[in-house]
């Protein structure tokens, strides 16, 4: 194991550096403000657990390929039981190469499968109605984990003030090494959107393991997209 944590660090730190500078670089370049881009938060209390995420995607500049992406959850039980804790906090650096397509570089905390730096591939396309993110990379570790994830939102106008809010996230780990499923779940919600306000039903499938160990959680979420 502390082999391991030493290789990630090995190639950790040089990959952030070139990906920190080369970012800083054209950000100086465009000289341009960066627009206001939401930064969504969710909290939904299920009948199982407490949730909560926040994902934050942004420029560098309005005229830079490079951009920042963090999808970070956390869910606890309401016994404070340990086992039931989880949290994964990717920290990532996309290059925009066209039209949504890119790359993607950074690092993965995660309670389940540990801590890796990382490497993939990303395409985006968002409008009015639809918001979709997929990501596929490689974990830079001794496991050779691979992973699968994407969130889909569907938000057509019901009234001039009020939109349905539907989303489809998704997330899969697979140890390469060992041939075996590491992580993964199925978050579902169902609701309507006020402006920056989005309320509704919820459901959180995840699995755990080569085993899978299920552990369903369904309840209410509150969102609402931060300036």
């Not at 309401?78 to 993607?104: C, H, Q, R, T």
């Not at 690092?107 to 968002?126: C, K, M, R, Y």
């Amino acid at each position: 194991m502390q082999v391991s944590n030493l290789k990630s660090k090995r190639y950790l730190l040089p990959l952030l550096t070139i990906l920190f500078f080369i970012g800083v670089f054209q950000s100086a370049l465009a000289q341009e403000f960066v627009p206001k881009v939401p930064t969504p938060v969710e909290f939904m209390a299920g009948n199982n657990r407490m949730f909560f995420q926040m994902v934050v995607k942004k420029k560098f500049t309005p005229e830079s390929r490079f951009g920042f992406l963090s999808v970070s959850s956390i869910a606890a039980s309401y016994d404070n039981n340990m086992e039931d804790l989880d949290f994964a906090s990717p920290v990532l650096i996309n290059y925009n190469i066209y039209k949504g397509f890119g790359l993607v570089g950074g690092t993965s905390i995660n309670n389940a499968v540990g801590f890796a730096p990382l490497l993939g591939a990303q395409h985006s396309f968002t409008n009015k109605e639809w918001v979709a993110v997929t990501i596929v990379s490689a974990f830079l570790h001794s496991k050779r984990n691979v992973e699968f994830f994407g969130i889909y939102e569907y938000k057509p106008t019901l009234t001039p003030k009020t939109n349905l809010y539907t989303r489809i996230q998704m997330l899969y780990i697979h140890s390469t090494r060992d041939n075996l499923h590491a992580r993964s779940f199925l978050q579902l919600r169902a609701g309507l959107k006020k402006n920056a306000f989005n309320f509704g039903l919820g459901g959180n499938l995840d699995q755990y393991g080569p085993e899978k160990t299920f552990k369903p959680n369904y309840g209410v979420f509150v969102g609402w997209a931060f300036q």
